[in-house]
């Protein structure tokens, strides 16, 4: 979800710092107490995309970017609902056209929904199936710093993600709330688990004749199966 917000980011030139509020997002989760300014709550004009990446949203019982607070659910959706805002259409058209496709991996989003209700929408917290294969593309477009192959383009390739996009996810976005987490990624720094979510646990070896690592956890989270993405001396 990380890689297909950044896609996002990039086609519409999005800051992460913008409040989701002034992207036209809605919402109908709890985020604070109302008020006659902020109906919503009093916290959410200042949710922005990098307080729900970053997993900081404060979902609505502390100011945003101020508390860890994992979510895999209606708080993560909102960058779903970013998606429909920013495009217009439907979440699975966009994150099948822009992202699936160009991965070549056209079936990732064929079976995911969020409800049953809504067969156009996707899911934030988790809900695609991949191989073990395509699973190694997402790691290798972030080793490519958000560059990926394509056929009939100039120089064979096209940049889907910006490279500062990249290097966000792989740095603590929020190190005072967390100092080992990115951009709903896992970060191989050391940091003491938080007491509303389990800690990864990591199975790692390098890989011969590069910088890389390989990584592996428990394979059921919001951000990819806390598959974090590992780099050299971290």
């Not at 607070?69 to 779903?80: A, F, G, R």
């Not at 969020?114 to 073990?132: M, N, P, S």
Request: aromatic fraction near 10%.
């Amino acid at each position: 979800t990380a890689l297909l917000i950044g896609v996002l980011v990039k086609q519409h030139s999005l800051s992460l710092d913008t409040p989701l509020k002034e992207l036209n997002v809605t919402t109908e989760s709890y985020w604070g107490t109302p008020t006659a300014a902020d109906p919503e709550g009093e916290y959410w004009p200042q949710v922005t995309i990098r307080h729900i990446l970053g997993q900081t949203s404060g979902i609505g019982k502390y100011p945003p970017g101020t508390e860890f607070t994992y979510d895999s659910d209606d708080y993560l959706q909102h960058l779903v609902k970013l998606i429909e805002a920013v495009t217009g259409a439907p979440s699975k058209k966009f994150a099948t056209e822009e992202f699936a496709v160009p991965m070549g991996i056209p079936d990732l989003y064929t079976w995911d929904r969020y409800t049953t209700l809504e067969a156009h929408d996707i899911t934030a917290g988790g809900g695609q199936f991949v191989t073990c294969t395509e699973l190694l593309r997402f790691g290798q477009l972030i080793l490519n710093k958000g560059r990926w192959a394509a056929k009939g383009v100039f120089g064979g390739s096209v940049q889907l993600i910006d490279e500062d996009y990249i290097e966000a996810m792989l740095t603590p976005q929020f190190p005072e709330a967390i100092n080992n987490y990115g951009l709903l990624t896992w970060l191989s720094t050391k940091g003491a688990a938080p007491a509303n979510c389990c800690q990864p646990q990591w199975l790692c070896s390098m890989i011969p004749g590069s910088n890389a690592q390989q990584g592996g956890g428990d394979a059921a989270a919001a951000d990819g199966g806390r598959w974090g993405a590992l780099r050299t001396g971290e």
